[in-house]
């Protein structure tokens, strides 16, 4: 089965810091996406990150990059120069593609607090 | 251009009645999901629709939930019934058929 861990429920970081939020998943398929979101108190989900696994390079948007380690199944989310806004839960997701349907499996998250 | 628009944001039912969650699609969108998220949980997937298709039910529950997406009009899922266990956040989101997953802020219901 399918499945995306995130081994850290809560983490925590100074403004202007560097932080690194773990997640490793399970599966069989051999290209994929792998998707950072973001959940600030208001609820929304927020797209930080996507990397295809097709791609070797690591993802990179503004602070926000991936360190990808496909055959580990490890993708974890390296946050730069923290701001306060930065503090909201983390989910790391995969796509799954399976006969005509995909979806989107979520882990559990991490709970980023950031600290003035 | 608007994005995905859910409603109501917040929704309390009594035990035993129904509730129906809408969720308006980004315009050109015409795959929706909806997930369901309890406390401390991530997102779960309930159900894959496109235009008057329902393409992957899989994470729906068998009994009480149905979900629909017509060709006109807002995907709607429907829970009859309601159980204190029904209380959670329920999410859809859209796509226009390629990765680009939108969210919605995602309807808060609460079974009393």
């Known amino acids: 089965a399918q499945t995306v861990t995130q081994s850290q429920p809560e983490m925590s970081v100074q403004e202007a810091e560097t932080v690194t939020l773990s997640c490793t998943y399970d599966?069989?398929?051999?290209?994929?996406?792998l998707f950072w979101y973001k959940q600030p108190p208001s609820r929304q989900m927020i797209l930080v990150i996507r990397?295809?696994?097709?791609?070797?390079q690591n993802a990179t948007e503004n602070r926000f990059s991936v360190n990808f380690q496909k055959a580990a199944k490890s993708f974890s989310l390296k946050i730069s120069d923290s701001q306060l806004g930065d503090a909201a839960m983390y989910f790391c997701?995969?796509?799954?593609?399976?006969?005509?349907?995909?979806?989107?499996?979520f882990g559990k998250g991490t709970k980023l607090t950031v600290n003035p | 251009n608007a994005g995905v628009m859910q409603n109501p944001r917040h929704l309390v039912r009594r035990r035993g009645q129904e509730a129906r969650l809408r969720c308006s699609p980004m315009k050109g969108h015409s795959h929706v999901y909806w997930y369901r998220q309890l406390p401390e949980e991530g997102l779960k997937f309930m159900v894959y629709l496109q235009k008057e298709n329902i393409i992957d039910e899989s994470g729906m529950p068998k009994e009480r939930f149905s979900a629909e997406f017509p060709k006109e009009g807002p995907s709607i899922l429907r829970i009859q019934q309601v159980v204190r266990g029904d209380s959670a956040a329920y999410f859809c989101?859209?796509?226009?058929?390629?990765?680009?997953?939108?969210f919605g802020s995602g309807t808060r219901l609460t079974v009393v």
């Open positions: 599966t069989s398929e051999s290209d994929y996406y």
């Open positions: 990397q295809e696994a097709y791609k070797q």
């Open positions: 997701a995969y796509r799954r593609s399976q006969g005509g349907s995909e979806k989107l499996v």
């Open positions: 989101a859209s796509s226009p058929g390629e990765l680009g997953y939108t």
